[in-house]
Each structure stands twice: as structure tokens, then as C-alpha cells.
């Protein structure tokens, strides 16, 4: 088989198809493309100076996603995020965060645990912005997924990452509930901090509303 350096053909169609998809998934999460709006192979080819092939490759996965709908031979369509959407993601998280605290708490370091608090605490304070809360959010689930010790499990939330930032970049814990939340917050570190992987389990499911 030809290489690239060291790097073999197939890989690096492989790798350059993972740049094109984070591209575009980039400028759905954004807004740059906006809901309904179309894409078509060739430009986003002719724009990143690629074939089309990587393109295509990249549209099929954002579409397993269900951030795109192609339409073959013709264009693809940004999808829009409902109501159902954000139900339907709010319970994917919820579950997945949940499995990631139950396996992570137990086996973080001190200093690990530590650092989930430092990153609960920036989540707490931006519950009111709905641009922040997601993305603090997202730093604490990711962080123990990474510390969560499977590589299943990890590679799973890695893959969920793009579409859960899009569905949920407007979703914000209702004003009412906001108290609550925050006392979920502080129970939830307390659980991390003694390792105690059911009650962390419990509690972030709870932040999703599972």
C-alpha cells in the first residue's frame, strides 16, 4: 500500500474525512450554517481544497448524527434542533453522564476529584447563560469520561460530543429550578469528593432531569 510518510493512504483519507467532519460540524454548532440551510459536496470540496470523497464521508456521519438530511444527487440540509430533539438528547446525557460519574468517582485521584469541583464550580456559576452552562457542562462530563477508566465508554461520549453540543447549546436549567440545581451541584461534589459512585450517579442524572 502507498504512504504518506509514514502514514498509509487509507489512513489519512480516514483522518482527512475527521477534518472535514468537525469543519462543518463546527459551523452547524455556531450558527455559521443555520437550520434548513443547504450544503452542497462540491463547495465545501472546492472551500477545503479536498475530494469529494472526504466530504461525502463526513456528511454521511454528521447525518447518522442527525445533524444533517441528504438528499442523494442533489444537496444536504442542515436539520433543526426541536423540542423533541433537546427532550431526546437531555436523556441520552443524563444517562451517559450518569455512567461516566458511577465509574469515574470511585477511581479519580485526589487531585482529580479536586479538579471536577474546580469544574462544578464554573458550572455553577454560569447556570444563567446558556452559551457557558453548556459548555462548562460538557467540561465536566468529558472530564470523567476521560477519568471514567473505559475505553468504550469514553469513545462513545468522544463520538457524542458534537451533536449533544448542538442540540443543547440552548438549553438552560429553568429559573425556577435554579436553587435546587445549585444544591444538586454542591451534593454532587461531595459525592465526588468521598468517591462514592452511585450517589454521584444519581445526582448527575438529576442535572439532566433522568
Not at 96 to 110: F, K
Amino acid at each position: 500500500m502507498g504512504t504518506i510518510g509514514s502514514t498509509s493512504i487509507g489512513e489519512s483519507k480516514q483522518l482527512l474525512a475527521e477534518e472535514v467532519f468537525h469543519h462543518i460540524g463546527r459551523q452547524i454548532i455556531d450558527g455559521t450554517l443555520a437550520a434548513g440551510e443547504r450544503i452542497r459536496d462540491v463547495d465545501v470540496a472546492e472551500e477545503l481544497h479536498v475530494s469529494r470523497t472526504p466530504v461525502r464521508e463526513a456528511l454521511q456521519r454528521l447525518e447518522r448524527l442527525g445533524m444533517v438530511t441528504m438528499y442523494p444527487s442533489r444537496y444536504t440540509e442542515v436539520t433543526a434542533v426541536t423540542s423533541e430533539t433537546v427532550a431526546q438528547s437531555l436523556e441520552f446525557a443524563g444517562y451517559q453522564a450518569g455512567i461516566a460519574a458511577r465509574l469515574a468517582a470511585p477511581r479519580m485521584t485526589a487531585s482529580q476529584r479536586e479538579q471536577v469541583i474546580r469544574l462544578m464550580a464554573a458550572m455553577h456559576a454560569s447556570l444563567e447563560d446558556g452559551t457557558l452552562t453548556s459548555s462548562a457542562r460538557w467540561a465536566v462530563f468529558s472530564y470523567l469520561g476521560d477519568h471514567s477508566g473505559n475505553t468504550q465508554h469514553r469513545t462513545l461520549i468522544e463520538d457524542s460530543t458534537m451533536v449533544l453540543h448542538r442540540n443543547l447549546r440552548d438549553w438552560v436549567v429553568p429559573s425556577t429550578d435554579r436553587r435546587r440545581m445549585g444544591q444538586v451541584y454542591t451534593d454532587f461534589c461531595d459525592a465526588v469528593r468521598v468517591g462514592d459512585g452511585d450517589h454521584a450517579e444519581r445526582l448527575a442524572r438529576a442535572m439532566y432531569y433522568v
